[in-house]
């Protein structure tokens, strides 16, 4: 009977001191919707991360910008403030300015080879400068190819986006290119741009089909062209702070959790593409399918030697020649 009392007693103290394992809660932020490809992406990575950490890690996420715009986000997971950030790359470029070079307009042919560039050494190679920089970007996820909405008129050539106040994000690269267009950019965080959309203090702005979606622009524009005029990546960011404390077996663990992730976002962003059209048009948007993209291309041409001489030219036709 002695024996049966001091099993139990030794399996009961093992069960709590199991559950009493230390268990670390990150904070995870994103611009839209839980259900949007940036939640898709983030609620996989999670889940994976958990599953790969035995449960020791485990996530808080905070979707539709709750812990302030990508650039505010950005910082704070370089200063430790904010475990883990869901980004575009628009914002980036201010604190790593070599990935300035991916937001070039009109640079990728399609997701193809945006994606094997990304996930490729150039992909690589711009992740280590992130590293250096205090941040680390454990996958590179997706927000999309970016299309031009606005409340004035349809943009079928680049000549009709001329004098057209447009929102941009606060990327130097994209307004130097959009100007080509004729545009008047005005670069604002996220979280500002639904209400000044509304208001008219701008009128229109670029983004991604998911995005357009999950921020309901449909009720503030009235015109969408399917320019892709930019590939917009994200990235899944860890603070070196969390970084630095986890095992070499958990940093794998993260970094194979963030690919699931990566993956899981570029099919949402791929299935919004999809079908995102019909339902923005059944919102009541007036859609461009057929856009005259070369006047777009020939338009921001002239800029191109401008982002060489920032850039490289060398590495601006690396990309372009990647299959
Ligand atoms: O990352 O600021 C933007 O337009 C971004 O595309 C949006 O926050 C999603």
């Excluded at 190819?145 to 057209?164: E, P, V």
């Excluded at 002239?302 to 001489?309: E, M």
Aim: glycine fraction near 8%; include cysteine.
């Amino acid at each position: 009977m002695k024996q049966r009392i001091k099993t139990i007693a030794l399996a009961a103290l093992l069960a709590t001191a199991g559950a009493a394992q230390a268990q670390t809660i990150l904070k995870i932020g994103y611009a839209t919707s839980a259900t949007s490809h940036y939640g898709v992406g983030s609620t996989v990575f999670c889940e994976e991360m958990e599953k790969g950490t035995q449960g020791r890690y485990k996530c808080q996420q905070f979707p539709n910008s709750a812990l302030g715009g990508e650039r505010e986000q950005i910082e704070a997971v370089q200063l430790g403030t904010q475990d883990i950030v869901n980004t575009s790359t628009g914002p980036l470029g201010n604190f790593v300015p070599e990935v300035k070079i991916v937001d070039i307009p009109f640079l990728f042919r399609d997701y193809d080879h945006a994606r094997k560039v990304m996930d490729g050494p150039i992909g690589q190679d711009l992740q280590k400068k992130m590293e250096a920089k205090g941040l680390i970007n454990l996958a590179w996820t997706e927000n999309g190819f970016r299309h031009m909405t606005n409340s004035k008129r349809a943009i079928n050539q680049a000549n009709d986006a001329n004098g057209l106040k447009m929102r941009t994000m606060e990327n130097k690269v994209h307004m130097d290119g959009y100007k080509t267009f004729g545009i008047l950019p005005t670069p604002m965080a996220f979280p500002e741009l639904f209400t000044a959309l509304q208001q008219g203090t701008v009128d229109g702005q670029e983004n991604p089909i998911p995005v357009i979606l999950a921020s309901k622009f449909s009720q503030v524009q009235k015109h969408l062209s399917l320019t892709g005029h930019v590939y917009s990546p994200a990235a899944l960011i860890l603070s070196p702070a969390v970084w630095n404390k986890l095992s070499a077996a958990d940093k794998e663990a993260f970094v194979a959790a963030a690919k699931k992730g990566a993956a899981a976002q570029r099919k949402k962003v791929n299935d919004d593409e999809n079908n995102g059209i019909a339902q923005l048009k059944s919102e009541g948007m007036q859609v461009v399918e057929k856009v005259d993209g070369e006047s777009f291309r020939k338009a921001v041409a002239p800029a191109y030697a401008q982002f060489a001489k920032e850039f490289g030219a060398d590495k601006i036709a690396a990309i372009q020649a990647v299959r």
